[in-house]
């Protein structure tokens, strides 16, 4: 135990430093046992916790950095990027707009003890066009409480954490195994997670954005979902003409028995792998309404030059 706690406190910042910096860039492994182990490393130095925290919070503005001008630079493409390497559900986009629609910039002081928000929050932040200033100030604040958090858990606990090095010092090779098993584990559930996810919508049709321009001059009766979360009050945002509008944690109480019976169901929204538009029809599938997919939400449509309107929320 204190030959690994005294490596730690003399190469434990440039091990903390890459481990921070390495997972806030996406990779799936967890920084909080750096965070732990420099803790317990500060048990005995009071300076190697401040100096640990800094390190912290320096990794982790240059990869939130990184993504919050990527967001800037790309929009929500670069959420689509994200999606498609990352393990976890693509509803995570969802919730990290539905975050910032109910908490606004305060949304990156916690996104770091929520899973799903850590990523995504800086590149979306940089999407919807957050100020560098108010994302610098909100970031490190809640980088700081973050990292703070890890370090103090490993000095309060550093004598169970001590015990646990102790243990595995002790099984040598196997507990390197333990170790592997419970990430391949966690990996392989995370998986599994997204590929039933992506099962259970994988049959929902979609319709190309000249379908609905066609059905739409054609007069087609039409009942047309808009599920994206909705903007801060007063702010100003483009839909499809006479789209409803209805977020996805509404569409299992909408009152669809108020829809025409032979109108045709499209859901659209503006994330990647259309999954909130995916998740929405097929919400309605369970309750016997069969629904379709604007394939590309309304950025399809948008570049494709289709008319939209202009609304601003109350």
């Given at each position: 135990m204190e030959n690994i706690t005294s490596l730690f406190s003399q190469h434990g910042?440039?091990?903390?430093?890459?481990?921070?910096?390495?997972?806030?860039?996406?990779?799936?492994?967890p920084a909080l046992p750096f965070l732990l182990l420099a803790g317990v490393a500060a048990a005995d130095n009071g300076v190697f916790a401040v100096q640990a925290l800094a390190v912290a919070t320096l990794a982790s503005m240059i990869a939130d950095s990184v993504w919050f001008?990527?967001?800037?630079?790309?929009?929500?493409?670069?959420?689509?990027?994200?999606?498609?390497?990352?393990?976890?559900?693509?509803t995570c986009v969802r919730q990290s707009e539905l975050s910032f629609a109910r908490?606004?910039?305060?949304?990156?002081?916690?996104?770091?003890?929520?899973?799903?928000?850590?990523?995504?929050?800086?590149?979306?932040?940089?999407?919807?066009?957050?100020?560098?200033?108010?994302?610098?100030?909100?970031?490190?604040?809640g980088t700081l409480l973050w990292a703070g958090s890890g370090i103090a858990g490993g000095?309060?606990?550093?004598?169970?954490?001590?015990?646990?090095?102790?243990y595995l010092s002790q099984l040598g090779d196997t507990a390197m195994l333990l170790v592997a098993c419970g990430v391949?584990?966690?990996?392989?559930?995370?998986?599994?997670?997204?590929?039933?996810?992506?099962?259970?919508?994988?049959?929902?049709?979609?319709?190309?954005?000249?379908?609905?321009?066609?059905?739409?001059?054609?007069?087609?009766e039409l009942v047309i979902v808009d599920v994206r979360v909705s903007l801060a009050p007063g702010a100003l945002e483009t839909h499809i003409q006479g789209a409803r509008h209805i977020e996805l944690s509404g569409i299992e109480t909408a009152p669809v028995d108020t829809w025409p019976a032979?109108?045709?169901?499209?859901?659209?929204?503006?994330?990647?792998?259309d999954a909130?538009?995916?998740?929405a029809a097929y919400l309605l599938s369970r309750r016997g309404i069969a629904a379709s997919v604007l394939h590309g939400g309304i950025d399809a449509w948008i570049d494709a030059g289709y008319p939209v309107e202009t609304i601003g929320h109350a």
């Open positions: 910042l440039l091990a903390l430093f890459f481990g921070v910096l390495v997972e806030q860039l996406g990779a799936p492994i001008y990527a967001g800037r630079r790309f929009g929500h493409r670069v959420l689509a990027l994200l999606c498609r390497i990352s393990i976890s559900p693509d908490r606004g910039i305060a949304t990156l002081v916690v996104a770091k003890f929520v899973p799903g928000l850590s990523i995504l929050t800086p590149p979306l932040a940089g999407a919807m066009g957050m100020r560098v200033s108010s994302f610098v100030i909100f970031n490190i604040a000095l309060l606990f550093h004598n169970q954490v001590g015990q646990l090095l102790a391949a584990l966690y990996i392989a559930i995370r998986i599994w997670r997204r590929w039933r996810v992506k099962r259970s919508v994988a049959s929902l049709p979609r319709v190309a954005p000249a379908q609905l321009a066609d059905l739409l001059e054609r007069g087609e032979s109108a045709k169901i499209i859901t659209y929204c503006s994330c990647p792998n909130s538009a995916l998740k």
